[in-house]
C-alpha cells in the first residue's frame, strides 16, 4: 500500500511558476513509475509527466520545455516544476504511482489556477 501526498499548487499569474510536491510512502517497490496527472473541468485527464524508478522521464507536448520532472529518492519525493505557466495550465494535478504489475494509486489532488 502507498501514500502519495501532493502539496504546491496555488494561484499564479501567466508567466509564473509552480512546484508541485508528490511525498510518496509506504509499500514502495524497487519498480515503478510515478506519473503527474491534471484534469480541468470539462476535460478528460491528460498525462503531464512521467519519472520512472530507474530515472527515465517523459513529458506531454504541451508542457515540454516548461515543466520539469525531477525526484529525490532519499525523500521519496517527485517534483514538478512548472515555469511558464499558462491559463490553459489551470487544472487539478495529481500524482499516481504504478508498480510494475501492481495496483495504482493516487493522491488527493492539488489545484493550479493560472490567471490574472
Known amino acids: 500500500q502507498v501514500q502519495l501526498v501532493e502539496s504546491g499548487g496555488g494561484l499564479v499569474q501567466p508567466g509564473g511558476s509552480l512546484r508541485l510536491s508528490c511525498a510518496a510512502s509506504g509499500s514502495i517497490r524497487s519498480i515503478y513509475t510515478i506519473t503527474w496527472y491534471r484534469q480541468a473541468p470539462g476535460k478528460q485527464r491528460e498525462l503531464v509527466a512521467a519519472?520512472?524508478?530507474?530515472?527515465?522521464?517523459n513529458y506531454a507536448r504541451p508542457v515540454k520545455g516548461r515543466f520539469t520532472i525531477s525526484r529525490d529518492n532519499a525523500k521519496n519525493t517527485v517534483y514538478l516544476q512548472m515555469n511558464s505557466l499558462k491559463p490553459e495550465d489551470t487544472a487539478v494535478y495529481y500524482c499516481?504511482?504504478?508498480?510494475?504489475?501492481?495496483?495504482?494509486?493516487w493522491g488527493q489532488g492539488t489545484q493550479v489556477t493560472v490567471s490574472s
Open positions: 519519472i520512472t524508478s530507474g530515472g527515465s522521464i
Open positions: 499516481n504511482y504504478q508498480a510494475y504489475a501492481g495496483p495504482a494509486y
